[in-house]
């Protein structure tokens, strides 16, 4: 894998994609910078070389060109970040930005304005993306969160630089820690999945199926399972057209040898709400009128020796509607286990969505041996897709 290392970027100006799609609140403040941080090591090793940044980033979703999503308002949090002076040019492609760009000094960084504020980013436009490659002397690509995009500046521009493009540290991390899981990680390889739905699952799991050796299945959509098994879910969420999908999938599991482990027993709620009453049953036998919300004591104590015994351990999605802090326990215990078995030596990949937001909402963060930075690029990745991104740099 070419990274940033195989460079020198000595007086070589790095034209940067970043993900610096970062939330603001109504005053367009940065109310988390974490995408910035995590940007914050390839930057560095650029300028410690004696090269110069050129970063660029999308924000939001405009359409065309839109003030409140300029990178402007951001200027402030990414110079507190890096701690050097950041320049600012109010467009991303055209002369003026071409003259700046060109009188960038070593240790210098400037930032470009939207590339969304141009259709032809997300169209993927030759023509754009060769007037932005005019910018750089090589390409490095440090943004996992857009690289399942073929957009202009994640995949087409790498044409533009052969022989002088690469990974940032952070893609670079992201491509790992997905290998490890994927291909490199020790044995016993654990994946747990988790969240509202088999359907939205699906292609990770049969995706899946031939990397793990054990399969922890939580949250609502194992009631499709446990239905499918014969098992009565009483009001539980349940994708009754994924029956037959369900019994396919653990037929599949078997005949590969995976072992899959299901809830045994569930914390049952009379309503979908917070303050609904709630009682803990066999996951077979929901009476009508509950719904199962939360992973139960037992089904815990089971998932806690699969995690301890794991040497490799992915998680993607809860194990229970997690946004009420009645049903949160059991994603909030699933994330102590894999914590401790992190701190034993296993190594540990959080990546896709709601999974992410609950390590992050719960403290686990640092917990973690990685926790993913791009939602839609970890799920593709976990399909087995290789993500646009990631091809061009490779190409
Ligand atoms: P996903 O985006 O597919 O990972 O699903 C995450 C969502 O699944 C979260 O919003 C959870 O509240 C929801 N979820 C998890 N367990 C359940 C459950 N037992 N019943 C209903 N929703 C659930």
């Not at 210098?108 to 304005?113: D, F, G, S």
């Not at 491509?175 to 490890?180: G, V």
């Not at 609502?220 to 029956?243: P, R, V, W």
């Not at 994330?335 to 992190?342: D, K, L, M």
Request: aromatic share 8%; net charge negative; charged share 25%.
């Amino acid at each position: 894998m070419i990274t940033i290392d195989d460079f020198n970027f000595e007086n070589k100006k790095a034209l940067i994609r970043v993900d610096f799609n970062v939330p603001l609140n109504e005053n367009f403040e940065v109310t988390d910078n974490s995408r910035i941080k995590a940007a914050k090591p390839t930057i560095i090793k650029i300028l410690e070389d004696g090269g110069s940044c050129i970063l660029m980033s999308h924000l939001g979703r405009p359409k065309g060109f839109e003030e409140k999503y300029s990178l402007k308002h951001i200027l402030n949090a990414v110079e507190d970040e890096l701690g050097v002076e950041v320049k600012f040019v109010p467009d991303c492609i055209g002369e003026q930005v071409e003259n700046v760009a060109a009188a960038l000094e070593p240790g210098q960084i400037l930032m470009l304005e939207n590339l969304r504020f141009y259709n032809e980013e997300t169209s993927g436009d030759k023509e754009f993306a060769e007037k932005l490659s005019k910018l750089g002397d090589i390409y490095v690509n440090d943004a996992f969160g857009t690289a399942h995009r073929a957009h202009a500046s994640t995949t087409i521009i790498a044409q533009f630089f052969p022989n002088k493009k690469c990974f940032g540290y952070l893609l670079a991390q992201e491509i790992k820690s997905i290998e490890k899981v994927m291909t490199t990680g020790e044995k016993p390889v654990l994946a747990i999945l988790g969240g509202a739905k088999v359907s939205t699952k699906i292609t990770i799991i049969e995706n899946i199926l031939d990397k793990v050796d054990d399969l922890i299945l939580g949250g609502g959509m194992t009631f499709t399972f446990i239905k499918a098994k014969g098992g009565q879910i009483g009001d539980s969420i349940c994708e009754d057209d994924k029956l037959d999908l369900a019994l396919d999938i653990l037929d599949k599991a078997k005949s590969k040898n995976v072992n899959v482990h299901l809830p045994v027993d569930v914390i049952a709620a009379n309503a979908f709400k917070n303050d609904a009453d709630t009682q803990i049953v066999d996951v077979y036998h929901i009476p009508d009128g509950w719904q199962g919300l939360d992973a139960g004591p037992q089904t815990l104590a089971n998932f806690e020796k699969v995690v301890n015994r794991a040497k490799t351990i992915l998680w993607n999605g809860p194990l229970g509607v997690f946004e009420m802090e009645n049903f949160a326990k059991g994603t909030i215990a699933l994330g102590n286990f894999i914590a401790e078995a992190t701190k034993n030596g296993s190594f540990s990949l959080v990546g896709g969505g709601d999974s992410v937001a609950a390590v992050k909402e719960f403290g686990f963060e640092d917990q973690m041996s990685y926790v993913s930075t791009g939602g839609g690029a970890m799920l593709e990745s976990l399909e087995g897709i290789t993500l646009p991104g990631i091809a061009a740099i490779l190409d």
